[in-house]
């Protein structure tokens, strides 16, 4: 399926632009909607569902955060196994062919016309449009820290996993530790650095693309999405996580 | 004067797109034009003819290279007094109220939202187009060196400078070792590494922004401006450049 000829192309979506939270947030596992041209790549519903497809409950978390920390957020809008926005265009996993113990059947044939397709369609304006939003901050002089908000399943591989919110870093630690610090002071949640996964596996890109060329404090939060599947639990998480991030923010600062 | 309404938009030049060298070649100052909505920002006609306007010979060395390499080319649509593509928004230096011994009347009392309308007319169109060549060859699988081409001028603050090509690295240093190597080896050129300054000013913006996060080597080329002043004299020096850059490349394969 050469689909190289369409015009196709799906903007981020971005909410409260004018937010004052020096907090910039993003979520590029938002969304598991699988429109055309690409469709619902062989996938059953069940896994179009499932956390393959998505960060189930990560965006009504970065929601309730977006709201309670008065910031803007940044999110995708279509499934991470069309284009997973937090990788580049390089990566064989930026359009999966296996994801966990899922085939995914629509992406097993690729061609480089297709990669480039989708990179079109959905990277390049994704990311264009979040560099609009670091770039507009930075012209006007407004602190900017990027905080990307992830979720992760409680199995994996059929292990369980014990941690309940992992703190991921890339070059710069400082807002994750402060967040890590904040969150084993302030909540009873079972926290860890760099957990369930770190860098090393690849998963920072957007704060690489994003944060790191303008040495802005940027964290990635990872929350095990049984804490967060209802609207009511991304609530309560979210009066959780917002004095952590008011705190850790307030920690940057005064250093 | 506030421009923030201004539509105005400069795109970024995209030459020799389909070229098959792993080259990706850039030149941030090709430009010594002062379109509307700015002008000449008060400056005189020598002014703007001089290198505190643009890097002169850099683009026709550019140029010289991208034909002799079969290298795509990205080049600046306007002066880098109106903003100089390879700073940050955040930077003061993107838009210098004050550049060695030139004082520039047009950019002394800029508001928020000119520095705004400036980002918006020039550094995101530019990065933005860039970038769509960057992630269009890694989605294509295609090898990618970002080589970035400079001038610097003979005299600066009333001192001679001896060197007559400069290359700077940022963070990953083999593509500007390779080249030194090359030069010193085939040249008779007087090379400097990380010279006539390095990553510590701040003049690696390009490089950070577009090959970092990608992992693609990269290098920046400095030309001391006096050896590449007319046409004869670029395409002379890109005889002598294009076969360093060339065996540089290969070095990085071989590696």
Not at 107 to 113: E, F, K, S, Y
Not at 212 to 222: H, K, S
Request: aromatic fraction near 4%; include cysteine.
């Amino acid at each position: 399926m050469s689909l190289h000829s369409t015009q196709t192309e799906f903007a981020a979506h971005v909410e409260r632009r004018e937010g004052r939270s020096a907090i910039l947030l993003v979520c590029e596992h938002a969304s598991n909607a699988f429109p055309a041209p690409w469709g619902t790549l062989g996938l059953t519903e069940g896994q179009q569902s499932a956390h393959v497809a998505w960060d189930p409950g990560a965006l009504d978390l970065a929601r309730c955060l977006s709201a309670r920390l008065d910031a803007a957020l940044v999110h995708a809008p279509v499934s991470r196994l069309i284009y997973d926005l937090n990788r580049g265009p390089a990566r064989a996993d930026a359009m999966a062919a296996r994801s966990e113990v899922h085939e995914i059947p629509g992406n097993a044939d690729l061609t480089p016309q297709d990669r480039l397709q989708r990179t079109e369609a959905l990277y390049l304006p994704f990311h264009t449009a979040l560099h609009a939003e670091v770039a507009r901050r930075l012209a006007l002089g407004q602190a900017t820290v990027l905080v990307t908000i992830h979720s992760f399943t409680p199995i994996y591989h059929g292990q369980k996993r014990r941690v309940e919110f992992g703190v991921i870093h890339d070059a710069d630690d400082r807002m994750a530790r402060a967040i890590v610090a904040e969150a084993e002071a302030g909540t009873d949640l079972i926290c860890g650095l760099n957990a369930p996964y770190s860098a090393a596996d690849g998963v920072t890109h957007t704060l690489r693309l994003q944060a790191t060329p303008y040495g802005l404090a940027n964290a990635m939060l990872e929350i095990r999405n049984d804490l967060i599947a209802t609207q009511a639990q991304a609530e309560g998480m979210a009066d959780r996580l917002a004095p952590v991030l008011q705190a850790a923010l307030a920690r940057l600062t005064e250093d």
